[in-house]
């Protein structure tokens, strides 16, 4: 540790941009942007499952609904919906007296609001088309076996529609990462905020830029990583059987 | 009738300005793209290279961050550049990074990236014995890309073209965060300025969601109209 720390002063010795204080940026940016896009995901997908079943129902009520929801999310940019939470949350009555307002201040759970909403409405559409692209034969041999649709939904056609949407659903991941940038505009300090700043403060554009694009760039990486292996593992019935 | 408070003629300027950037940015990215497919498709490893980096970096950085690179580090390198002419042949002459030319370079090459891979994979779809076919016609290099491969291919890229502008449109947002005035900013400022967020936001919105639907409507037609020949109550697939 001791010969770490030495090295890493060596070598942040005469630059006078990446020093110790500016790394530091980089650093809670990282753990910002992390947990933004983490969370947004998490609970993005919780809401996509029983809205994805929704979508497909016969009934208009349940179905025209989310479809509206989904069409309006994924037809107006990120940024639009982002302000329209950071500056509308408190057009909520009473929402400045209650005790929410201790989170509602920060930018951080607007922000959450409006990256989860948006990415619940992509992933909805992504688990629709899975669902929709169930093989008929699973379906038929799941009600010769006189299933009810509640327990053929949770054991056949929702495992298998996971499966499908894996693809899919890795490029949202990082569609999500890269959308995150836009946190920046709203006073959060993110990764793309902290680049900011230091070109700011320093005025060195390259620097303070490529370095946060090659921090993106290896996150984006290692989620493509994640998802090939999850799909190896996962899609493995469904390639060609090797010699 | 809604009360824009005085912003409305400027929002419909910003939004001119979505839709004129939001074309122009497509057009450079067509170009891009196709040359970038080409440059994937090519046997020339160094091409071959050029190619792969260039869609792997673009596509593994934000889009914001680019936008920021280039925007803000584009006048910088642009009047390193133009110091070094000085310097070395005494020419003077000063360039202004233009927001909106900057945005429109931006979205193009970042769009580029990814209308190289549509591309691509949509050549790639062309059966070969199509171009063997047009070549025993006699039809030169050149006449045979124009009349056979490239309306071929059109038909697998336009799916592909239709996402891309979609995305594209709705990155346009971006810009008005490094200064340029579109609707977006408009949007934003007035909303600093009256604090009524819904009144300027939501007209937005419904601008963007009416050229999505327009365009969506468009795409529909042009598909129908490539995929002359190939449909299934076309007469040649009986």
Known sequence: MEQLNSWFTALLSGNAIFTANTLGFYWNGLVTTIQLVFLSLLIGVILAVPLAIGRGSKRRWIKLPIYAYTYVFRGTPLLIQLYLVYYGVVFFDGIQDSIFWVVFKQAFFPALIAFTLNTAAYTTEIFHGAIKNTAKGEIEAARAYGMSRRLMMRRIILPSAFRRALPAYGNEVIFMLHASAVASVVTIMDLTGAAYYVYARFYAPFQAFIFVALIYLCLTFGIMFVFRKLEKRLLAHLRPRGA | ?238
Do not use: C
């Open chain 2, 1 to 238: 009738m809604i009360d824009l408070q005085g912003y409305g003629p400027r929002l419909l300027d910003g939004a001119l300005v979505t839709f004129e950037l939001a074309v122009l940015s497509l057009i450079l990215a067509v170009i891009l793209g196709l040359l970038t497919a080409s440059a994937k498709l090519s046997r020339n490893r160094f091409v071959h290279g050029i190619g792969t980096l260039y869609t792997t970096l673009i596509r593994g950085v934000p889009d914001l961050v680019l936008m920021m690179l280039l925007f803000y580090g584009g006048q910088i390198g642009i009047n390193m550049l133009t110091d070094q002419l000085y310097y070395a042949f005494d020419i003077d002459i000063f360039i202004n990074v233009n927001a909106f030319v900057a945005g429109v370079i931006t979205i193009g090459l970042i769009f580029g990236a990814y209308m190289g891979e549509t591309f691509r994979g949509a050549f790639q779809a062309v059966e070969e014995g199509q171009m063997e076919a047009a070549r025993a016609y006699g039809m030169s290099g050149w006449l045979a890309f124009r009349r056979v491969r490239f309306p071929l291919m059109m038909r697998h890229a336009l799916p592909g073209i239709g996402n891309n502008w979609m995305v594209l449109l709705k990155t346009t947002a971006l810009v008005s965060i490094i200064g340029l005035t579109d609707m977006v900013r408009v949007a934003a400022e007035a909303t600093k300025a009256t604090h009524e967020p819904f009144l300027f936001m939501l007209p937005v919105a419904v601008i963007y969601l009416l050229i999505a639907t327009l365009s969506e409507w468009g795409f529909a037609r042009l598909t129908k109209r490539y995929n002359v020949g190939f449909g299934e109550s076309s007469e040649w697939n009986n």
